[in-house]
């Protein structure tokens, strides 16, 4: 790319040198399997459950079928659960990231712009 | 038409849009967490995600509250897209893949994705619309159909023409407030009707059903025996990866200063949505509960006309007209803003396009946009097309999904691999679709006298998704391209938020707001051009360099333009500015203002 050699023929700091730099620290590492690991669990269980319990209602009906109080199914608890998951997952995802990933994303933010003044 | 006619009082005061790039498409990115959390919600709350999935529930008994529960789960993928979209993204898909793959073959991609999605959205909602429309306010026939569709997009594409993303996220809020309520009356009336006994409404349910359909409380009105299961798993899984994806609904994560903000705003989103659907829920329950559903019209109307007579009818008929309109305004500036960043700049013009210009022909884009949906919608109005809002959401979660998944997380991903991925995808979606029985076959599909379906289900998803990840990766391996640097920019973007777009500061069309822009610029002093993203392959440099004043007066340059002004926070700024931005986490615009 021609613009990139430009400018890094001119600039002391090329800025995307500057993200190679950081990508390599051992602070974007952590915080990239942290994330990583995070997601991927997040996901797995989500879609985990959600595809669980598609399959018991889809082979085993039955199951679902069962009155708990009245004419209350347990599907319609189990389906009321699945509504409410993401609120759950919500709070769950708010207070991990505001707790295990921010600080990390701010001391590398923090890092990007003192290499560069 | 009293609601139209306030929300148009209120856009046109709180929402006019300036006509800068980042006011026009993401209201400068000053939209807080609850705010864009209503908005949000607003948009999801199309005919799909609210009539629909009433309709299912009235017709399908527990099959349809898996629907229900199905699309409610789908914003968990809309969390954790959320960050990483707010912190690549700048105005449009195109936007983000640019800044790893080379512009022109992406972004053509990209708005021809988009572009799909959006017609085909904007066009099953105006019909749905019309439909609806025409039955609850006792309309005659054709003519009037073709009215109120004509009436949905004129003040749709009015909406955004004069109010760009400001005044169609406050339509959007407003809509949310109304939705909300219209549903919390009609569950409450509902409720109060059984004493809030949900087990004798169940039952009633039960018991309008007729014999031989089987329990409605117990699954199987969609699962029926060997594929047909399958079809509904697709379905679901369809729907859980693809909403989060849809381009209407990403645009509004760039809405907000900063990637919590963004977070935060899904967070509100969902706690709008979770007792939503609980009440949907109840709705669809209630429909079935009081004497059935007729199947050609939506449950949700019936129900109310049962429970508080034509006022009530005509109440959830206004709500749904505002809906329809601030889903189609949505719709049709992130179509619009695709077509004129990602088509029109990059392949007519073959180069970027100056601020003031690229507004105009965004302007236009959506006048001629709305038009031609108008006259599609009311060509088809007599087509049964609900089968194009599966579609969308099945290219979207074939195409744009692997595509920004793979470019955030796979360092092997290149040009190519983005191109056979959007493309692959929407073909394989495509074809399968073709040869479903949703075109051809059954009596229920859209071609009913020919039977060319060769693939057993309706719902494609549960093999499309796939392939478009597979087409990627095929795509990636087979080109040569390598994009090291541009993953590590990627990367580090997605993951911590460095470089990306920051929020213009409310007082920067006053004097006070572009004299500290020229502060900060002069004090840079050296008049260097960083360019810190990939995004621009040459673009920046087409514009005189040095001129640095000129261009941050002039607003932000087009394409890799774009990027400088952005990179000027990041790069060398003097120490006392530093601070500023410290404290600007989630603050956003405020910072300036007190400069």
């Known amino acids: 790319m021609r613009t990139d050699a430009d400018t890094t023929a001119t600039l002391p700091h090329d800025p995307r040198a500057a993200y190679l730099a950081v990508q390599r620290g051992a602070a974007f590492t952590r915080l990239r399997s942290r994330s990583r690991r995070y997601v991927t669990a997040m996901t797995a269980l989500v879609l985990g459950l959600f595809t669980g319990a598609v399959v018991v209602a889809g082979w085993f009906p039955g199951v679902l079928a069962a009155r708990v109080a009245g004419n209350v199914t347990a599907g319609i608890v ?8 993401p609120a759950v997952t919500c709070a769950v995802h708010l207070r991990y990231a505001g707790r295990r990933l921010d600080p990390l994303v701010e001391r590398i933010r923090d890092g990007l712009d003192g290499g560069r003044r | 038409m009293i609601f139209s006619l306030v929300i148009f009082f209120l856009v046109s005061r709180l929402g006019r849009a300036r006509d800068t790039r980042s006011d026009f498409y993401t209201a400068d990115r000053t939209f807080t967490a609850p705010q864009n959390g209503a908005a949000l919600f607003g948009t999801f709350m199309m005919m799909t995600s609210f009539l629909a999935a009433a309709d299912e529930v009235a017709r399908n008994g527990y099959d349809g509250v898996l629907v229900t529960a199905g699309l409610a789960v789908s914003w968990v993928a809309a969390l954790l897209l959320a960050e990483p979209m707010r912190n690549t993204g700048r105005y449009t898909l195109g936007d983000t893949l640019s800044i790893r793959m080379r512009q022109r073959p992406v972004r053509l991609a990209a708005a021809t994705v988009t572009l799909l999605v959006c017609c085909c959205t904007t066009t099953v909602q105006l ?142 989103a969902v706690w709008l949505i979770t007792p939503f659907y609980l009440l949907v829920v109840v709705l669809g329950v209630g429909a079935a509960a009081l004497g059935g559903v007729d199947p050609r019209q939506s449950a949700v109307p019936q129900l109310a006309s049962r429970l508080g007579g034509f006022p009530l009818a005509a109440a959830v ?49 959506i006048v001629v946009l709305c038009v031609l949906q108008t006259l599609c919608a009311i060509l088809l109005m007599h087509q049964d097309i609900g089968f194009l809002l599966s579609l969308d959401v099945t290219v979207v979660a074939s195409t744009i999904l692997p595509t920004l998944l793979l470019s955030w997380l796979w360092r ?45 289900w309706t719902s494609v998803g549960l093999v499309s998704i796939p392939l478009g990840f597979v087409f990627g990766y095929l795509g990636a391996g087979l080109s040569r391209e390598r994009t090291e640097t541009g993953y590590a920019v990627m990367e580090v973007r997605a993951l911590t938020g460095a470089g990306a777009a920051e929020a213009v500061p409310a ?46 007066d002039a607003g932000e340059e087009p394409g890799g333009g774009d990027d400088e002004r952005q990179d000027r926070r ?9 601070q500023h931005r410290r404290g600007e986490g989630g603050g956003g615009g405020r910072v300036v203002a007190r400069e």
């Open chain 1, 78 to 85: 189990l389906a009321a659960g699945l509504i409410v998951l």
């Open chain 2, 127 to 268: 019909v749905g619309a019309g439909r609806l429309l025409t039955q609850l306010l006792h309309l005659p026939g054709t003519a009037g159909e073709a009215l109120v569709i004509a009436t949905i997009g004129g003040l749709a594409a009015m909406t955004v023409y004069y109010g760009g993303m400001r005044g169609t996220t406050w339509t959007q809020i407003i809509n949310a407030v109304l939705l909300f309520a219209a549903v919390l009356v009609l569950a409450g009336a509902l409720l109060v009707r059984y004493r809030f006994d949900v087990s004798a409404l169940l039952g009633d349910a039960a018991t309008q059903a007729g014999p031989g359909d089987g329990d409605p409380l117990a699954p199987g009105a969609k699962f029926g025996a060997g594929t047909h299961r399958t079809q509904f798993v697709s379905e679901l899984l369809t729907s859980v990866l693809g909403y989060a994806a849809l381009p209407y609904l990403f645009i509004h994560h760039l809405t907000v200063p900063s990637a919590a903000t963004a977070r935060r705003s899904v967070a509100w």
């Open chain 2, 317 to 365: 008929a206004s709500v749904v007209f505002t809906t329809i309109i601030a889903v189609t305004a949505g719709l049709a500036i992130s179509a619009a803003a695709s077509f004129t960043r990602d088509g029109y700049a990059t392949v007519v013009r073959r180069g970027p396009l100056d601020e003031a210009r690229e507004i105009t022909v965004a302007r236009r884009a």
């Open chain 2, 412 to 456: 092997g991903f290149n040009t190519a691999g983005a191109l056979w991925s959007m493309y692959g995808g929407a073909a394989a979606s495509l074809a399968l679709l073709a040869v479903s029985p949703a075109v051809s076959g059954s009596p229920g599909s859209l071609l009913p006298g020919v039977d060319f379906a060769y693939f057993p």
């Open chain 2, 507 to 552: 007082a920067a069309t006053t004097e006070r707001g572009s004299r500290f822009r020229r502060r900060r610029t002069a004090a840079r002093g050296d008049g260097l051009r960083h360019h810190a993203d990939g995004d621009g392959d040459g673009d920046t440099e087409q514009q005189p360099a040095g001129d640095v004043v000129r261009v941050v």
């Open chain 2, 570 to 578: 990041r790069p060398p700024v003097p120490r006392r500015q530093q």
